[in-house]
């Protein structure tokens, strides 16, 4: 990770959990991070949907132009990148598997505008709605902020999981058995 804020949420994060694969939504308190608020945001795991925004931090709001609250996260991305964020999103929810991730964006000026993008998962509950959490936190100088404000079309340029030096195997999920064919969803 490269910027502090990113840096800064992965570390509270982490102690959240307490040692488990994920800390549930529950226990963050966002007294305890009130300054990264504005780059914070919580998603709704629904594919469907294209992962909903279900929280989106003011700061973020302001650089995307426009409240989040309801819009679809995937819809932020080129339509060659949406299936790539699609597939990490799923990762990182359904295999507690935090990623970052490395983003680009074409400014209404024209200028290249990079971001880090933080992703983590919450502890899956019964009977409450599958979330994940992260940051977007501009690489970028935000010098002529306005400049900024309609950034979109996202384009990933690198990922990378966090905590693949845990020895932790990648979940399968047998997915359906047709005729002794067996399909497992998570590989390609």
Known sequence: MKHPANQEFYAYWDQKRAGALAPERSDLEPEQVRHLLGDIFVLSCDLAAGYPFRVAGTRMCALLGTDLKGQSFLNLFREADRDEIADLLGIVSEETQPTVAGLTSIAP??????????????????????????????????????????????????????????????????????RGLTVYEGLR
């Open 109 to 178: 000026d024209g200028g290249r505008f990079h971001l880090e993008l933080l992703l983590l998962p919450f502890s899956a509950r019964s009977h409450s709605p599958v979330s994940l959490t992260g940051l977007l936190a501009p690489l970028t100088s935000l010098e002529g902020a306005q400049a900024y404000g309609n950034l979109k079309d996202f384009s990933l340029t690198s990922w990378r999981h966090l905590e693949q030096d845990r020895g932790r195997a990648r979940a399968l999920r047998k997915w359906s058995l047709i």
